[in-house]
């Protein structure tokens, strides 16, 4: 059982950077949600628990896009139903389309992830089930060469954040705790 601020901001911490590095993690693919009130479930692709920043990827053509631009808020929650701990995030959110981060990120991707680049921009309309990709590259591992086109509209979204809220559900008794970068505080469950 945490019993100390300092060890739930660290359990905090390390779930974020957990869900991050390993696929299999409950904290891998929060809910977050953006300033209209719209929530999706993202692949957490880094977190850096020194900046307290995420990076998930992004299609430029999502609606979400505009909605940053004009309202940087992000709130994200993850939660690891086995070991009963939610974290709910607020933060600001930035879209960054170029810059080594965004070279980075796209390099380290492989060619199945960047083929989503390649399809009808999110939401678009459509009269049957689709997955958006041309039909050349359903269920294959594209070329390089075809993936020219993809790069332009892949983005990551980075949320640098500014409140934690750190929740542990136990029966001996519940533990919260909020942070912010500079304080600490317990709180009722």
Not at 17 to 37: C, L
Not at 52 to 64: G, L, N, Q
Not at 88 to 97: S, T
Not at 178 to 187: C, G, H, Q
Request: hydrophobic fraction near 45%; charged fraction near 25%; glycine fraction near 6%.
């Amino acid at each position: 059982m945490i019993q100390t601020l300092e060890a739930a901001r660290a359990d905090a911490l390390e779930r974020l950077a957990e869900g991050a590095a390993n696929r299999r993690s409950a904290m891998h693919v929060p809910a977050v949600g953006t300033a209209d009130g719209d929530m999706r479930i993202m692949v957490l692709r880094a977190f850096d628990p020194a900046e307290w920043s995420m990076r998930f990827h992004t299609d430029v053509r999502s609606p979400k896009v505009a909605v940053i631009a004009a309202d940087p808020a992000i709130h994200v929650l993850a939660y690891d139903a086995e070991a009963k701990v939610q974290i709910r995030m607020r933060g600001r959110g930035e879209i960054v389309r170029n810059g080594p981060v965004a070279e980075s990120a796209w390099n380290a991707a492989d060619n199945y992830a960047r083929r989503c680049y390649l399809a009808d921009a999110p939401g678009s309309p459509s009269d049957v089930p689709t997955s958006g990709l041309p039909e050349w590259a359903e269920g294959m591992k594209p070329s390089d060469d075809a993936l020219a086109g993809a790069r332009q509209n892949f983005a990551i979204l980075r949320v640098v954040l500014e409140r934690i809220d750190w929740f542990m559900l136990a029966h001996e008794g519940h533990r919260r705790a909020v942070f912010t970068r500079e304080i600490a505080n317990w709180i009722a469950p």
